[in-house]
Nanobody, 119 residues
Framework: QAQLVESGGGFVTAGDSLRLSCVPS????????MGWFRQPPGGDREFVAG????????DYTDSVKGRFTISGDSAKNMTFLQMNSLKPEDTAVYYC????????????WGQGTQVVVSS
């Protein structure tokens, strides 16, 4: 059973925006950091964005800088990914991840939400 639940994926046209959300599927779920990964068709899973709550540090993969924004609520252990100016190469299954024991050591995952961007 996935410990995180994503929502917000869909089918859009290039240039459109989507907002992904991620919430824990269980109570008392504490995280040190949360992030987003994606797996394009036929490709490997890759890091997209992450946030370390206590340090307030945010990082993005280069291909989404300036277009995607990660945010969240550390008290509720929720995270969001605002995706603007979407491109066909952003097409992927997007996964939410959480690190509970050590920041950026991802140990919890969601089942993924599909994002398809047509040209």
């Amino acid at each position: 059973q996935a410990q995180l639940v994503e929502s917000g994926g869909g089918f859009v046209t290039a240039g459109d925006s989507l907002r992904l959300s991620c919430v824990p599927s269980e109570t008392n779920f504490k995280t040190l950091s949360m992030g987003w990964f994606r797996q394009p068709p036929g490709g490997d899973r890759e890091f997209v964005a992450g946030i370390i709550w206590r340090a307030g540090m945010i990082d993005y993969t280069d291909s989404v800088k300036g277009r995607f924004t990660i945010s969240g609520d550390s008290a509720k252990n929720m995270t969001f990914l605002q995706m603007n100016s979407l491109k066909p190469e952003d097409t992927a299954v997007y996964y939410c991840a959480a690190a509970r024991d050590r920041p950026l050591m991802w140990d919890s995952w969601g089942q993924g939400t599909q994002v398809v961007v047509s040209s």
